[in-house]
Nanobody, 115 residues
Framework: QVQLVESGGGLVQPGGSLRLSCAAS????????MGWYRQAPGKQRELVAS???????AYADFVKGRFTISRDNAKNTVILQMNSLKPEDTAVYYC?????????WGQGTQVTVSS
């Protein structure tokens, strides 16, 4: 079955960096769009970044210039490099696979930005 396993979250100071990874299995990875959502306490889940099977990327305005999404099709992995982190980036970050209007989700990884 489809499995998406996130890692790399943690506690970081404002201005710091984190690298999130999503290991995918159970499907043909390189034909699907992938990406990341996040959900902060008391807020709705919001799209952070996505990457198509061909490698085209899209970002939410609030992370443009700070976050970079990439994929390694040989390793079935999606990476979210997060730089210049702000306290408002604190959230649980979820990896997703997009398939024909539906989403598969990972369990999430907590990112906390605090001094």
């Amino acid at each position: 079955q489809v499995q998406l396993v996130e890692s790399g979250g943690g506690l970081v100071q404002p201005g710091g960096s984190l690298r999130l990874s999503c290991a995918a299995s159970g499907f043909i990875f390189n034909i699907y769009a992938m990406g990341w959502y996040r959900q902060a306490p008391g807020k709705q889940r919001e799209l952070v970044a996505s990457i198509t099977s061909g490698g085209s990327t899209a970002y939410a305005d609030f992370v443009k210039g700070r976050f970079t999404i990439s994929r390694d099709n040989a390793k079935n992995t999606v990476i979210l490099q997060m730089n210049s982190l702000k306290p408002e980036d604190t959230a649980v970050y979820y990896c997703f696979r997009y398939k024909g209007g539906t989403y598969d989700w990972g369990q999430g990884t907590q990112v906390t930005v605090s001094s």
